[in-house]
C-alpha cells in the first residue's frame, strides 16, 4: 500500500544559504521517507506551472523570478499523515508568524525568501509532484525497521 506523499521545495534561498541537510534532517528525524529528490533550476515555465494559482496576482511575477533565480532542491517524501506534518514542520508562511522550531521561524527571513515550499492538500501534492517528477524518479523502498515498525 503507497502511503500519502507530498512535494516538498528547497528554494534557491535555502539552498544557496546552506539548508538543505537541515532541512531534510527535520523530515527524517520526524519519519518520513524520501522517495524522490533533486536538485535543479527550474525553467520559467516549470515556475510558472508551479505558481498557476497565482498567475492573476501581481506578485506572481516575483515569484516566478525567485524560484527560478537559482538552484532547487525538489524532494517528494512518503509516510501517514504527511502533508499536514510537513505543513507544521514548515510553519507560516509570513516568517514573522511562524513558530519557534518551524523551519520558517527558525531559518526564514521574510516572506519574499522563506526557504521553503510545501504542498498544502493532497491534490496539490499529486499536482506538484507530477510538475516536478516523472514516475521513473520516485523510488518504492522500504526501510529497514519496517518489520517491527507499527506503520499503520
Not at 27 to 36: C, I, M, N, R
Amino acid at each position: 500500500m503507497t502511503k500519502e506523499r507530498t512535494f516538498i521545495a528547497i528554494k534557491p534561498d535555502g539552498v544557496q544559504r546552506g539548508y538543505v541537510s537541515e532541512i531534510i534532517g527535520r523530515f527524517e528525524k520526524k519519519g518520513f521517507k524520501l522517495v524522490g529528490l533533486k536538485q535543479l533550476i527550474p525553467s520559467k515555465e516549470l515556475a510558472q506551472n508551479h505558481y498557476g494559482v497565482h498567475r492573476e496576482r501581481p506578485f506572481f511575477g516575483d515569484l516566478v523570478d525567485f524560484i527560478s533565480s537559482g538552484p532547487v532542491v525538489a524532494m517528494v517524501w512518503e509516510g501517514k499523515g504527511v502533508i499536514l506534518s510537513a505543513r507544521k514542520l514548515i510553519g507560516a508562511t509570513k516568517p514573522l508568524e511562524a513558530e519557534p522550531g518551524t523551519i520558517r521561524g527558525d531559518l526564514a527571513i521574510d516572506i519574499g525568501r522563506n526557504i521553503i515550499h510545501g504542498s498544502d492538500g493532497e491534490d496539490t501534492a499529486k499536482f506538484e509532484i507530477d510538475l516536478w517528477f516523472n514516475e521513473e524518479e520516485l523510488c518504492e523502498w522500504q526501510t529497514s525497521d519496517s518489520k517491527w515498525r507499527s506503520e499503520n
